[in-house]
């Protein structure tokens, strides 16, 4: 306190800033602003350059039709065109059962899958592998197992349980089972975790309290999940509704699994027509958004503060 | 709910692996009676209480409500309410839906759903804060959510695995008294565990004191408080005194001791053999400072090392010429490096035999809290 009187702050060493400094510097660091926000520095480079440039230089290129006309002309084109408007419901229609269905059968499992016991680990890791192989060794695998004359068919028949092979690739199916078995780990994982979150004394407590499994589930654990499970359908809806390679190879690209991401890549790469291809990027993005506006809707009814577990 | 008039534990165990978390756990508890499970953490204590209420299966024993064996039945057919540690609130449901919960499990009927719900909420003086979800409670509003939520099905047994262990100090003495009042009004049978002493005590009819998953002593709270059982049982009593020392002759009701230069007369609890390693215990309010030269036969001279504060008394603790300390409560105003005199009537010190250290290959102190006081001098 005595030294600004015996020398005048702007004689010392940075003496004006000393003054000011702490006060700005507590005041920024208040409101979140400090040094450490640098850390931020190489996401937001790599947000801008690689998300935020691309994706307005495309709605960009949507408004500017390569025939002419409105700016809007491409959209009116896609939504007058019952085949390319279509891909919108065949794409939905894979990807919102797959997704459903990969969270839905992860519940049970992760739901058994908690605590310890022998062997968790092996399955553990059984469940997850999938999600390393990758689409394409999927697809390989589908197309052996279950073509017309892979083992599954052939099991099928020598059991009498049909008379000829049932088609499960180069349809619909195909790229189901495909979704399924990429999506599922990965749906698998998160729930794990949201349910180890949940606080497992809240079911002992219930059972306490004369509760039976199911209402324990139906009450406690499942209204706790529940936000989690709409994040994860969300997820794994927006993995599934961009399906491209299993569309193609174990799909029928040409008809049923013609999803919007294969009208995309014929609008660019067969016709070159960047603006359309972009415009039909654009209600992919569009149509993902509104499903999961809708999702996180509905999610927002359920009770989403701490559950107490682990995390 | 179904009532009992005696439930009866006949050789409750509980293994993990290899390690026995309880053992041979016989006890009697009979109808409206508020039992304390009592030991250090480790004991086995909240073990015995997840075996009664159905959370824990048990690998040793069986529990019988009158004639009726009940722990092969999974814990939703037992009936019985249980506060948890950590209260296990449903976040999700308001306060009354939390308390209501069990009712709703029972398929209670609408009418008589309300009306429990309301009494058991006003039980716990809630009432203006039903319709808050149990995060925006304090700590001792969320205790009494669980409370009223175990006791809103008049259950047959209430179990309470350490209630108040969250609590702040003087929420936890309003909590105790609390629980008491609840406990004299509903007369509900009460199984409680805790590591406080006092707290099992001032709540509990009788005590269950467990060391290493094995009952040390049963009794009444005077019976443990004058008469432990053994020297754990005494340092978890507040014997805060514990002198290793041995065994001499026997003079009447009393024997002699002798440990670390010290020569005292103590009252025998149990066999003591001569000859036989002993631990003589006292509780610090009851070695006296005296005024001048005392008569009695216990008369130790020692040098005041600290001292606290403690508002009508101090805590002070001093060292004997043979490096005992010694910790006393008194009145008198003394300073550190005082030289008093102590004596210890002879009722109050007991002597125990240390033989529940000598286990093979075990050092004294691993298992059990105490060091001896003269240990910590070595």
Known sequence: MAAPVVSPPEAGQDGPQRRTDPGLRHRLAERGIDSHLLLLVPAIVFIIGLFVYPFLYGLGLSFQPQQGGSPFADYQRFFSDPYQRDTIWKTLGLAIPAALLNVLASVPIAYRMRGRFRGKRLLMIVLVVPITLGTVLTAEGLLNFLGPAGWFNRTLISLGLADEPVQLINNYWGVFFSLIITGFPFAFLLISSYLSGIDPSLERAAATLGAGWWDRFRHITFPLLMPGLATTFCLTFVLAFSVFPSAILVGNPAGETRVISIAAYQAAYEQYDYPMASTIAMIMGAVELLVIALVLLWRSRFYTGATGGKG | ?378
Not at chain 2, 57 to 77: F, H, M, N
Not at chain 2, 96 to 104: I, T
Not at chain 2, 154 to 169: G, H, I, R
Not at chain 2, 352 to 374: C, H, I, M, S, W
Request: charged share 25%; glycine share 10%; hydrophobic share 40%.
């Open chain 2, 1 to 378: 709910m179904t009532s009992f008039s005696t439930l009866h534990l006949r050789g409750v165990g509980r293994r993990f692996g290899k390690h026995d978390a309880l053992a041979d756990l016989d006890l009697e508890i009979g109808k409206g009676e508020f039992i304390a499970l009592l030991g250090p953490s480790g004991c086995g204590k909240s073990t015995a209480l997840n075996c009664l209420a159905g959370l824990l299966p048990l690998t040793a024993g069986s529990i019988w409500q009158d004639d009726t064996r009940i722990d092969v039945l999974p814990p939703e057919k037992r009936g019985f309410g249980m506060v948890f540690q950590n209260y296990a609130l449903f976040p999700h449901l308001s306060v009354r839906r939390n308390v209501a919960f069990g009712l709703r499990m029972r398929r209670v009927s609408k009418p008589e759903l309300n009306r429990r719900t309301d009494e058991a909420i006003r039980l716990v003086r809630l009432e203006e804060h039903a319709h808050k979800l149990p995060g925006q409670l304090s700590g001792g509003q969320q205790q009494r959510v669980a409370i009223a939520r175990a006791i809103v099905l008049e259950p047959s047994l209430v179990l309470m695995d350490e209630p108040l262990s969250n609590l702040d100090a003087k929420l936890r003495l309003e909590m105790r008294t609390e629980i008491r009042r609840l406990h004299q009004s509903l007369g509900l049978t009460t199984v409680y565990v805790t590591h406080d002493q006092e707290e099992a005590l001032s709540l509990a009819d009788r005590l269950v004191v467990l060391r290493d998953g094995r009952v040390q002593q049963i009794g009444t709270p005077e019976q443990l408080h004058t008469r432990p059982a053994n020297w754990h049982v005494a340092d978890f009593m507040g014997y805060r005194n514990l002198l290793p020392c041995t065994a001499g002759a026997r003079s009447g009701e009393a024997v002699a001791v002798e440990g670390d230069g010290l020569r005292l007369l103590a009252s025998p609890v149990g066999d003591l053999p001569e000859g036989a390693a002993a631990v003589a215990a006292v509780r610090p309010e009851d070695v006296t400072v005296t005024e001048g030269s005392p008569a009695g036969p216990n008369r130790i001279e020692a040098t005041v090392e600290v001292v606290e504060y403690q508002g009508r008394e101090l805590a002070v603790e001093a060292r004997t010429a043979g490096g005992t300390r010694l910790h006393i409560r008194t009145g008198r105003r003394l300073a550190p490096g005082d030289e008093v005199v102590l004596d210890i009537a002879v009722e109050r010190l007991l002597a125990f035999a240390q033989q529940y250290t000598a286990r093979a290959g075990e050092p004294a102190d691993t298992a059990g809290r105490p060091v001896l006081a003269g240990q910590e001098t070595a």
